[in-house]
């Protein structure tokens, strides 16, 4: 899937570099790329890299060319900091080093979370009760009949589809974009 940088803060932004130093500089090589890595839209072109075992997003605004060299384009804007992350860890993985941990990463938990919701949501969609959800989710031996009413995994089990739910109408745009730090 391709993103937009103004969607996804991950995206590195790229444009053929205006110095060029005397020292050694690293190119991106897009010789080997396939359909399913680079791609045209009507915003530029996106090529998804795979380096070193991460992906990672760059985006031309003009076609790729394979000799030239590029720089990555940082404007100063509310996602300089994960641009400048997401560009570093880039350099990083195109001279032979481990790009490092991201700025922002989700938590295991959260991940967790979130996949539990997008089955509660697809168990709630395909017509399951909240009871037959939370049994598949959680065990049906940590729920009696007598106590589902009050039960904390009832409760549970309604977050996560309203959570599903949340994700489907267009929250997971929010996933795409680290939380802000405003203070």
Known sequence: ????????????????????????????????????????????????????????????KE?????????????????????????RRLWRALNGKPPGAPLHALSESR?????????????????STYREIAEVLFGAERISERDWRTHDLRNRTIRLVQSGFALMRGGYRALLRPPSAKK
């Not at 009507?42 to 890299?49: E, F, K, N, T, Y």
């Open 1 to 60: 899937m391709f993103w937009a940088p103004e969607v996804l803060p991950t995206v590195v932004p790229v444009r053929p570099a205006s110095l060029v130093g005397s020292h050694s500089h690293v190119s991106l090589d897009l010789s080997d790329l396939n359909k399913g890595q680079l791609r045209q839209g009507p915003d530029g072109w996106h090529v998804v890299l795979n380096l070193r075992g991460v992906e990672h997003r760059v985006w031309f």
């Open 111 to 127: 991940r967790r979370r979130l996949a539990l919701a997008l089955r509660a949501l697809d168990a709630r969609m395909d017509g």
């Open 63 to 87: 076609a790729p060319v394979v000799a030239v060299t590029y720089a990555v384009e940082l404007p100063f804007d509310r996602d300089f900091e994960f641009r400048a992350d997401a560009g």
